[in-house]
């Protein structure tokens, strides 16, 4: 059993699932399904070769399924001739190692799961320290059960072999493998806290620079399409696949959803029901552009039989970052594969604000845009600004928002007359624009 533990992955390996149905206060048991946990599966490489659920009252302590269900799981996994056994649930270490001993191969949890998806799918710096991070601080606890056929180092003793190899000066008790492992591994979770929060803090830079500007953030459940919209309404280029957790890295690009509106819109890596805390936290500056945004766009996949639930995951997660009570705009995509008609009429009118729409197809984006145009001007007003001859940056945001236009020169000044929506006015004004003079408040047209 010693080498079960080496490898922390599901990669090309043949997986038998497994989903325990928890007893609710009320008596009545949850049954979540075992097709999300199918898809997060196959999308870390997994053969799926069985599915196994169970309904339990009570978590058992040693095994979490009991251990009579846990030998049926093993005659399970010998008949389909499974390399790992994956569980829709997190595990304590002692459980792992109890399964293991009883089933006789590889135990993966539910977290462990989505730490390695989120190892293959990542590619910048910022999101590699962030992974490993998460994975060091998930696997610190376990190391006594992943490295326990390990035994102690040169000094073990003073008659023992390893002793004498470490020679004059090392003999003595000695110090564990585990002990080693833990000391590197705590280095090491320190110095990845310390790269990445001088990342966060370049981000969170970043980020505040763009208070002059209306930010627009993609937030959704994982594959709901947020990288296909990012591309139909800013030609982003993002890279989109079908797949969970395609992108972990976010893009911001400007959108103009109408003439003088211009915003900055980004977008943020997919939540996913349950997802590990220790990603929540090394993805802390990531998921900082949904807490600074001014406008949230979720974007949900119309068309999964578990769109409900997906919802009620994505609004869970923007409540644990402070965002749940931020202005939304629910958009039900992928209006082109929905096959469940009965369900998509009862997501409309469960959502009757949503605008429906086919990121892939381009329908209704139109309707977006009109509809989020006037979230960030706000009412119209006509303005007279002063400007200095040099102050470039304000005049540029004029031009390119502003309506109705007449510009005079004076010497030194550039007086400017023009339509803005009363949001765009506080984002001159936060450019440092003093000399605002308002000539009709609540124009409309």
Known sequence: ?????????????????????????????????????????????????GHVQQKLGRIHPGT???????????????????????????????????????????VLDRSELILDIFATRAKTKQAKLQVELAQLEYTYPRLTRMWGHLDSVAGAGGGTAAGAVGGIGTRGTGEKQLEIDRRLVSRRITELKRELKTIDRRKLREIAGRRDFFTICIVGYTNAGKSTLMNALTDAGVY????????????TRRWRPAQGVEVLLSDTVGFVSKLPHHLVASFKATLEEAVSADLLLHIVDASSPQVFEQIGSVHKALDEIDCGKKDILTLLNKADA????????????????????????????????????????????????????????????????????????????LTIEATLGKNQLEQLRRMGCENVEILNDGITG
């Not at 792992?96 to 191969?105: N, Q, T, W």
């Not at 969970?244 to 893009?251: K, M």
């Open 240 to 251: 989109v696949e079908d797949k969970l957790f395609a992108t972990l890295d976010t893009r």
């Open 1 to 49: 059993m010693e080498k079960i533990r080496e490898q922390l992955t599901a990669l090309k390996e043949r997986a038998v699932l497994v989903g325990v149905q928890a007893k609710e206060r009320r008596g009545n048991y949850k049954n979540d399904g075992l097709a999300e946990l199918t898809a997060l599966a196959q999308t870390a490489g997994a053969v799926i070769v």
């Open 64 to 106: 979490y399924i009991g251990s009579g269900k846990a030998r049926q799981l093993s005659e399970k996994v010998s008949l389909d001739k499974a390399d790992a056994v994956i569980f829709d649930n997190d595990l304590t270490p002692g459980q792992i190692r109890e399964l293991e001993k009883i089933i006789g191969c590889k």
């Open 338 to 413: 929905i096959c469940d008609m009965q369900l998509f009429e009862t997501l409309q009118t469960v959502c009757p604000d949503a605008i429906t729409i086919s990121a892939k197809t381009g329908l209704n984006l139109d309707k977006v845009a009109a509809v989020v145009a006037p979230k960030v001007k706000g009412r119209d007003i006509r303005v007279r600004v002063s400007l200095e001859s040099g102050d470039g940056k304000c005049h540029s945001f004029l031009l390119t928002c502003g309506r109705e236009m007449r510009e005079h020169y004076d010497q030194q000044t």
